[in-house]
């Protein structure tokens, strides 16, 4: 009998596996995830998870009995700690289990502050895991003092969701605004004037110099010479992907665990798929980390485990919820070179075009999701609208779709 193992039980793995029986696959799955919960959504982990609006089952992809009732052996808070390439085994506690093709979908982990500037001391969390939410929520109430570094989108996430649980927040970034390396300077400009109306302090062009604290943070230095009190802080600089066992494995790197356009890696037996797989995207190498990425992508491996031989493509889309705003993103902005503003039909929605060229290549929609869905629409068929078109509010956005 046939074995696949998927190493990795975040969104990609749980997709995968799903999509192996969907599609008829027989033989034996198994799903290692080191946490010792059923795969979860992360999304409203520091949203409505965090606000006690949503409780744990409610997190959860799919009830555990899915597992047992498709025959899936979900093995979990049991990470592989030895991988075997030549031998094709994965070493899980005190079980070495053979497999036949080994899926990695081991996701990313979010970078961490240096212990030399006090990134080890209590009350200094990141926002990636259950644990870590339930660790940090006692701190979400309002005689709190929060730092939050870094201002892409999981910092002003959960600055937003700090700011709404009447926490005091200092968010510094230390790139000249906010959403620098993702956005426009218009969207930054968006989401600032968003969180300064709601007390937020943001620092742009600012740095940690280093936390202060003998066992647990209680202050803050900052490049611009400022010192912080502080109740505990957030870091949000990013993530990297979790190439461990690829690395166990001797597979091939770049930018996460590469892999060609089938989301094979450079071990015929071994493929990857998620935050943590790079692939090729219009003559160059990219790795998405979205959660629709890693439904999309798992599920066009599993396809490709089983014979399909189907490239992956993606239609790359995004989302982020910061007070009563939801930000829909379309496309890649990468080598734009103009931004077109459509306003919305109501107060606070706005949507931002980019260009290269006459090209689109994506759209920021806030509080706007007809211009996020004809926007995503007209990316994806690689059509391009005049800019007056966008620009004149009375234009029927639906009609560009003909």
């Not at 979900?74 to 085994?89: E, I, K, Y």
């Not at 705003?325 to 496309?331: D, V, W």
Request: proline share 6%.
């Amino acid at each position: 009998m046939a074995q696949i193992i998927v190493a990795g039980a975040g969104q990609a793995g749980a997709s995968l596996v799903a999509k192996l029986r969907t599609l008829g696959f027989d033989g034996q799955i198994t799903l290692i995830g080191e946490e010792s919960v059923p795969p979860y959504q992360r999304p409203p982990l520091s949203k409505a998870y965090l606000m006690g609006d949503m409780e744990m089952d409610r997190l959860l992809l799919r009830p555990e009995r899915f597992y047992r009732e498709n025959d899936i052996d979900l093995r979990l808070g049991q990470p592989v700690t030895a991988l075997d390439a030549a031998a094709r085994t994965v070493t899980v506690g005190e079980d070495i289990l053979p497999y036949d093709q080994l899926a990695l979908t081991t996701g990313s982990h979010p970078r961490r502050l240096p212990a030399a500037i006090g990134g080890h001391l209590k009350g200094v969390h990141v926002v990636r895991t259950l644990a870590d939410v339930d660790d940090m929520a006692e701190n979400f109430r309002p005689d709190r003092r929060a730092l939050i570094v870094g201002g892409g989108y999981i910092g002003l996430e959960a600055a937003a969701v700090a700011a709404k649980c009447g926490v005091q927040v200092t968010l510094v970034e230390m790139a000249d605004r906010i959403l620098q390396r993702v956005a426009a300077p218009e969207t930054s400009a968006y989401f600032r004037d968003l969180h300064g109306g709601r007390g937020v302090q943001i620092l742009e062009g600012v740095g940690l110099e280093r936390l202060t604290g003998d066992d647990r943070v209680t202050g803050a230095k900052l490049s611009d010479g400022q010192a912080l009190d502080l109740d505990f802080v957030i870091v949000g600089v990013g993530i990297a992907p979790a190439t461990q066992l690829a690395e166990m494995a001797g597979v091939a790197l770049d930018n996460g665990i590469a892999t060609d356009e089938y989301g094979r890696t450079s071990d015929p037996a071994i493929w990857a798929a998620g935050d943590c797989a790079s692939f090729p995207y219009k003559g160059a190498r990219i790795r998405l980390e979205s959660v629709q990425n890693a439904i999309d992508q798992a599920e066009t491996v599993a396809a490709n485990m089983l014979g399909a031989q189907k490239p992956y493509v993606p239609c790359p889309w995004f989302w982020s919820d910061q007070y009563e705003t939801k930000l829909q993103i379309a496309g890649l902005n990468t080598g734009y070179d103009r931004i077109v503003t459509r306003p919305g039909e109501k107060p606070g929605a706005t949507s931002f075009w980019y260009f290269r060229g006459d090209e689109l290549l994506a759209v920021d929609a806030m509080n706007d999701p007809r211009a996020f869905m004809i926007g995503k629409r007209l990316v994806e068929a690689g059509k391009s609208p005049p800019a007056d078109v966008l620009t004149d509010p009375a234009a029927d956005l639906k009609a560009l779709l003909k």
